[in-house]
């Protein structure tokens, strides 16, 4: 082992005006830079490791040529401008003016100029961001083309990678928000979350491929696998479950509560469904609902034509359940029919009943989906009252028709007694004149005597 320490001032030192210094270890020599008794820097030849032992110390950077430490010919590690920090093959640059920037990753931040108070990790984050502030992106290309947009939060591979002027938009999740451009106010947690979105604005997603292929549509909330994944262009949906309003595609104003809860087709709006096609007990704590009934929102009012002529058409009837849905391919071929009977009506006899009486206004069947109709009875229940009140006005007019006869009936009692007190009267009198007569016969034959 060879120590060059001494030979290396003693050169150095005799050729101050040198512009090349060689100076070469022999095998598995030691170089070192040191007091008498402190090592401050050692470079080994078997493995070429040089050793800082103690601190080093780079310059503020204001150009490329200070405070920079390079990898081949990119910089690597450096602080310029105001109180940034970025480590990563030309990660940042030297020309910007924003502050309060850290980007750590491969050109991450490469393009910013104004921007402030950006963070980005990740292999090319944020890089085309040039005035764009107080935006997260961490994950491979997260936010990679923001430009303007602000308040933006990325983290996951790829997450909100198209992101251009978009603001206030969170994605958490490998390709959440990926090709969301200037949509704003987005919220998508979970792998592919809000994937396809680009204008929409006030999403929020959360679990995985939740509204995956969302595209414009706005207002939606979606909690649960897969939940509101194929909606495009759809707004004001809520779904809540496992696979909850999956089919919904530009249906709106939709809410779906629990696993497969889906309304009646992909294109309806207006509707609420609770559950999937295997819920049995609807539950809750009363037993009625509440709904907007009051006079002063409703127009036309008269009394209500359909009454017990309507409801004598209608079929209450006693079935199995034997759903198309519970089988492959929607065959059924009765295998798995409930056990159970149950009660209620069928559909396309309601729609019969309502279409001949021209009462398709009464929405007793729900037909948006031909290849499965839906029946609403709750509807039913003013035409029930209606023929209730029908059947209460006949009863009354019989009953007074009964009280009338009643009456009739005890004046004919009483015309009935007067007239056996009449016909005993008569009698009576009849039997006294009998037998007056009788005595004048006698008096008449004795006196003949």
Not at 390 to 419: H, M, W
Request: hydrophobic share 30%; charged share 15%; glycine share 10%.
């Amino acid at each position: 082992m060879k120590t060059l320490f001494i030979a290396l001032c003693f050169f150095i030192s005799a050729n101050v005006f040198s512009q090349n210094i060689t100076n070469t270890l022999g095998t598995n020599g030691l170089f070192t830079i040191k007091d008498a008794s402190t090592n401050f820097l050692t470079l080994t030849q078997s493995t070429g490791q040089v050793n800082i032992l103690k601190t080093l110390r780079l310059e503020n950077t204001s150009n490329s040529t200070a405070g920079v430490i390079f990898k081949g010919a990119n910089s690597f590690l450096h602080n310029f401008g105001t109180q940034n920090t970025f480590l990563g093959e030309n990660s940042g640059n030297f020309t910007m003016t924003g502050e309060s920037n850290t980007g750590v990753g491969f050109r991450s931040l490469f393009s910013n100029i104004t921007g402030s108070s950006n963070t980005a990790s990740g292999y090319q984050s944020l890089y085309y961001n040039t005035t764009g502030n107080s935006n997260t992106g961490v994950g491979n290309h997260s936010l990679r083309f923001n430009t303007t947009g602000n308040s933006n939060t990325g983290v996951g591979n790829q997450s909100l990678e198209s992101n251009t002027s978009g603001y206030s938009n969170t994605g958490v999740g490998n390709y959440s928000l990926n090709f969301n451009t200037t949509g704003n106010y987005n919220t998508g947690i979970g792998n592919y979350s809000l994937n396809s979105n680009t204008t929409g604005n006030s999403n929020t997603s959360i679990g995985n491929a939740s509204l995956l292929n969302n595209i414009t549509g706005y207002a939606n909330t979606s909690v649960g696998f897969s939940s509101l994944s194929s909606n495009t262009t759809g707004g004001y949906n809520t779904s809540l479950g496992f696979y909850a309003g999956s089919t919904i595609t530009t249906g709106s104003n939709n809410t779906n509560l629990g696993n497969g809860a889906e309304p009646l087709t992909p294109t309806s709006s207006n509707q609420i469904t609770l559950g999937n096609n295997q819920v049995n007990a609807l539950r809750c704590n009363v037993q009625t609902f509440y709904s907007l009934s009051d006079m002063r929102d409703k127009k036309n009012i008269t009394d209500l034509s359909l009454g017990l002529d309507f409801i004598m058409k209608l079929k209450p009837r006693q079935f199995n359940w034997d759903k198309r849905e519970w089988y492959e391919g929607y065959k059924s071929d009765g295998s798995k029919m409930s056990k159970v009977p149950t009660a209620g009506f069928i559909s396309q006899e309601l729609d019969a009943a309502q279409t001949s009486d021209k009462a398709d206004w009464l929405n007793l069947v729900l037909k948006d989906n031909p290849d499965r109709w839906e029946a609403s009875y709750g509807n039913l229940l003013p035409v029930m009252v209606k023929a209730i009140q029908e059947l209460k006005e006949e009863n009354d007019k019989l009953k007074k028709k009964n009280d009338e006869l009643a009456e009739e009936v005890e004046s004919l009692k009483v015309s009935n007694y007067r007239i056996a007190k009449l016909e005993k009267m008569m009698n009576e009198m009849n039997s006294v004149k009998h037998s007056s007569n009788e005595k004048k016969s006698e008096v008449n034959l004795t006196n003949n005597k």
